[in-house]
């Protein structure tokens, strides 16, 4: 079992910033990799951004050059850093841990709203 405890977000104004935290606790040492998703109002859940175990990372094309994930193993969390947001980004945004036996733990999600 892997329990995951998100952090941040909030409210923001369009060209603002936000960072959101992902606690992982429990079976970490199954964890295959991480990663953000999002779910906006009416839409279905969307991923942003995933960050391997080896460090390597990638973005959905909406966020590339705003958004940055990185990690530290040490303390097992995981972050999204949101810089330059537009109101499309407003939506519940998702910490995932993929298990080595590919089942999907999910955090509880964060509310992050940009205004116009």
């Known amino acids: 079992q892997v329990h995951l405890v998100q952090s941040g977000g909030g409210l923001v104004q369009a060209g603002g910033s936000l960072r959101l935290s992902c606690a992982a606790s429990?079976?970490?040492?199954?964890?295959?990799?991480m990663a953000w998703y999002r779910q906006a109002p009416g839409k279905q859940r969307e991923f942003v951004a995933v960050?391997?175990?080896?460090?390597?990372?990638n973005y959905a094309d909406s966020v590339k050059g705003r958004f940055t994930i990185s990690g530290d193993s040490a303390k097992n969390t995981l972050d999204l850093q949101m810089n330059s947001l537009k109101p499309e980004d407003t939506a519940v945004y998702y910490c995932?841990?993929?298990?080595?036996?590919?089942?999907?733990?999910w955090g509880q999600g964060t509310q992050v709203t940009v205004s116009s």
């Open positions: 429990g079976n970490i040492f199954s964890i295959n990799y």
């Open positions: 960050r391997q175990s080896s460090g390597s990372t």
């Open positions: 995932l841990a993929r298990a080595q036996s590919r089942y999907d733990y």
